[in-house]
């Protein structure tokens, strides 16, 4: 370190300025004072240290400023770019989005006319913005995962040439199979409904359904209500009733009332067949909670002990049910048993509204035969039967010795009338006098 004279201004190392002899903010005294020069010099080589980061970090050597601007520039070009790309895919959605509304409004119309013309329709309807370009320009677009639309598109023209090439057998397959289940609809039903019948060759409409039962457990999703109602009657119209046991047995299809409805009404066709169709129908009614209707079956198919388990287990069906269900099937044996006591319980039937509902539905014949059975057991029978029926009332009584009265059994009609007189409180009613307020009940 070397000093001049006072006065004199001289740099010095480490960034010492020298003032009159001494380093500038000091005293004289202190210039002169080691101790003092030395703290001097750690406050500068602190400061020096200081400025040298700040300028490491805030400024850049103009080399490094000519790099960052151009990696700047790159990047103002990527963002440009994927913006681009976000408009164009964001463009692509509302096209496929088009495309997909169009080819489900074409398959729900069994495909008739365009498919472009369906198309330019959907797309008049969307409030679209921007130009979406012409019909071809909306089918020509394909991001990746909207594949889908154009294989569905080519799987309906492929589906489409087998029917024009009268290969339905191939095309029956192809729609049962199609993906999405995109031809197992009435649409395509439509379309083997109109090939008609090929002489010396399987119904075109049966092959389809053949075709679309046989691959529904597969897919595990039966076929619709409707597809199952036509299925039915199609294998029905062609005396396949084998096929129709086969497709409710293995649980293909939708039950529904209409397609127990349809078994059931074959079954008076088919004389032959006509307990298997029943017992068809029975099944499909059991399964929608269709009680009255499988309770029915039940009776026709002569299971009146089923039946009658049947009644018991679900206790829901009222004296007008069961006075219905004479009247579809007004067999002896059931009304025998829906008016005595079931298994130490009541009898779930009054005799005598049975009899009176059978004459008052011109069921004479029946009414009769139910009379002479009550006949034959005297007045003690007649009497017994009276006391234990809880819901034929006194009027209903009298209209019952009436009946037998008007139909030769003269001895039953004085039975009956002579136990209503003798009970207690009892008196018979005149005809002519209607200001009497008959009794709920015959008995206490």
């Known amino acids: 370190m070397q000093f001049h004279t006072p006065g004199s201004l001289v740099t010095v190392s480490r ?19 080691l101790d003092a020069l030395t703290k001097h010099l750690k406050h500068l080589e602190d400061k020096y240290a200081e400025i040298k980061q700040t300028m490491s970090i805030k400024y850049v050597s103009a080399q490094r400023k000519a790099d960052l601007d151009e990696e700047m520039i ?14 164009e895919l964001q463009s692509r959605h509302q096209r496929m989005q088009i495309i997909s509304h169009a080819l489900t409004s074409w398959v729900r119309s069994d495909m008739s006319g365009s498919f472009q013309v369906t198309v330019e329709q959907i797309q008049k309807t969307k409030d679209l913005h921007g130009d979406q370009g012409t019909v071809e320009d909306l089918l020509e677009d394909d991001p990746s995962k909207a594949k889908e639309a154009e294989i569905l598109l080519c799987y309906i ?16 397959i192809f729609a049962a199979n199609s993906p999405r289940r995109i031809l197992r609809n009435i649409g395509t039903m439509n379309k083997f409904k109109a090939a008609g019948k090929i002489r010396g060759k399987p119904s075109p409409l049966l092959l389809f359904f053949e075709a679309l039962f046989s691959t529904s457990q597969a897919s595990k999703r039966p076929i619709d209500a409707a597809l199952t109602v036509e299925g039915i009657k199609c294998g029905l119209s062609e005396k396949r009733l084998d096929l129709v046991i086969h497709w409710v047995t293995q649980e293909r299809l939708t039950f529904s009332e209409e397609a127990g409805d349809v078994i059931h009404d074959y079954a008076e066709q088919d004389t032959y067949n006509k307990a298997k169709c029943v017992a068809l129908a029975q099944i499909i009614y059991n399964e929608c909670g269709l009680h009255k209707k499988a309770l029915l079956c039940l009776c026709k198919l002569g299971q009146i002990y089923g039946a009658m388990e049947y009644i018991q287990q679900f206790k829901d069906f009222t004296s007008d049910d069961l006075l219905q269900l004479i009247t579809l099937c007004p067999q002896t044996e059931l009304i025998h048993c829906l008016t005595k006591e079931w298994n130490g319980k009541p009898p779930p039937l009054s005799l005598g509204l049975a009899i009176l509902h059978l004459f008052s539905v011109d069921m004479k014949k029946v009414g009769i035969k139910l009379l002479q059975e009550v006949n034959k057991g005297g007045k003690d029978a007649v009497e017994h039967l009276m006391i234990n029926d809880p819901f034929c009332s006194l009027e209903r009584w009298q209209e019952m010795a009436d009946i037998c009265l008007q139909n030769g ?25 209607d200001s009497v307020n008959l009794m709920g009940h015959v008995f206490w």
Do not use: C
Request: zero cysteines; proline letters at 0%.
């Open 157 to 172: 023209e492929r589906f489409n040439e087998l029917i024009t090439l009268g290969e339905y057998e191939k095309a029956a």
């Open 74 to 87: 790159m990047l103002l070009k990527q963002r440009d770019v994927a913006e681009n790309l976000n408009k």
């Open 15 to 33: 960034g010492w300025s020298l003032v009159g002899g001494r380093a500038a903010g000091m005293t004289l005294q202190e210039s002169v004072n």
């Open 409 to 433: 059994f003269d001895k039953l009609s004085n039975d009956i009338m002579s136990i209503l007189r003798s009970q207690a409180g009892v008196t018979e009613i005149s005809e002519e006098d």
